[in-house]
């Protein structure tokens, strides 16, 4: 009895902490939400222009682009979290939770991508065409719950908005499935719900 009313205390204090500061501190962490818009907007052009024939022959095989952009993606994302951890300052309660957050979406859609492979190996490529054109809609899914919770957690209205225009983003680009246009759009979508976003918030910070 005793532990649990230990738990529940520590819980209490946890969410006053959370309540008092009231997003005052600058999100941390941003320029890893500007790496993820620019490297996978970057690489939803490129796919649109290797659609498109703007870009031929292919330079890579199918699908091998957005593994390459994953690769580099993960190489920045462990680059900047160690700039990160070096960086002074305190790093507030509501920062590890976004933290926490971000990094659950990030691994969430990372083994979406392994799940897809494997039932792609089970398949064929040709059996599973329906789900790949639905990834940029579930990716925006992931991110509108992404900003919706970091929205709850800084008390802003901004990025509710963000989290609202993420959701809305997703069935606009289901409805361009089977067209190049698809990724021209996501592109755009990355580029405005991600990389504008984390460029705004990672400058916001060093104002701070």
Not at 18 to 40: D, F, W
Not at 66 to 92: D, K
């Amino acid at each position: 009895m005793t532990h649990d009313t230990d738990n529940t205390s520590a819980d209490i204090a946890w969410l006053r902490q959370l309540a008092e500061e009231n997003g005052a501190a600058p999100m941390r962490g941003a320029s890893i939400l500007l790496a993820a818009g620019l490297i996978y907007g970057l690489t939803s052009l490129l796919h649109w222009a290797h659609m498109t024939g703007l870009i031929a022959p292919r330079l890579v095989g199918a699908g091998m682009d957005w593994l390459i952009a994953t690769g580099l993606f993960l190489i920045v994302n462990f680059a900047l979290i160690l700039r990160l951890r070096r960086a002074e300052g305190v790093r507030t309660a509501a920062d590890r939770a976004i933290g926490t957050v971000w990094a659950g979406v990030g691994f969430g859609i990372f083994v979406l991508f392994a799940s897809m492979m494997t039932v792609t190996l089970r398949l064929g490529a040709d059996q599973n065409g329906l789900i790949f054109w639905m990834v940029p809609s579930i990716i925006m899914v992931f991110y509108g719950m992404g900003w919706s919770v970091t929205a709850a957690m800084l008390k802003s209205g901004p990025l509710w908005w963000l989290g609202v225009a993420s959701f809305i983003a997703a069935p606009a680009l289901g409805a361009l499935s089977g067209q190049p246009a698809q990724y021209l759009g996501y592109a755009a979508a990355l580029f405005l719900l991600m990389a504008l976003p984390g460029f705004l918030l990672m400058r916001r910070a060093k104002q701070a």
